[in-house]
Nanobody, 124 residues
């Protein structure tokens, strides 16, 4: 019932910044939790960050803490991931996801809706 489309990926150098966007369409609800995941070549998809329905609570994984910042603008039905001080190990396809929940969740199984992903490549 919800469609998610990521954008903003690209090829950058280590230390650069990118801002990813996730545009939502279709049925929406104020109680949606939204999150970002990433999948590097040869690795499983991993959790990056999540944000609650109001945008007042966030959670992120240790590997991006202090560098990545998640936010949302419900008026625009858009979620963002500001990525600073990018490292080569951040290279991955980044996916946005959403689900109805009263709490922050970080498991793939907890998310019902997924985008197709956007490629982020960080060179040395």
């Amino acid at each position: 019932q919800v469609q998610l489309v990521e954008s903003g990926g690209g090829l950058v150098q280590a230390g650069d910044s990118l801002r990813l966007s996730c545009a939502a369409s279709g049925r929406t609800a104020s109680s949606y939790v939204m999150g970002w995941f990433r999948q590097a070549p040869g690795k499983e998809r991993e959790f990056v960050a999540a944000i609650n329905w109001s945008g007042t609570n966030t959670y992120d994984t240790d590997s991006v803490k202090g560098r990545f910042f998640i936010s949302r603008d419900d008026a625009k039905n858009t979620m963002y991931l500001q990525m600073n001080s990018l490292k080569p190990e951040d290279t991955a396809v980044y996916y946005c996801a959403a689900t109805l929940s009263s709490r922050l969740v970080k498991s793939q199984a907890d998310y019902r809706y997924w985008g197709q992903g956007t490629q982020v490549t960080v060179s040395s």
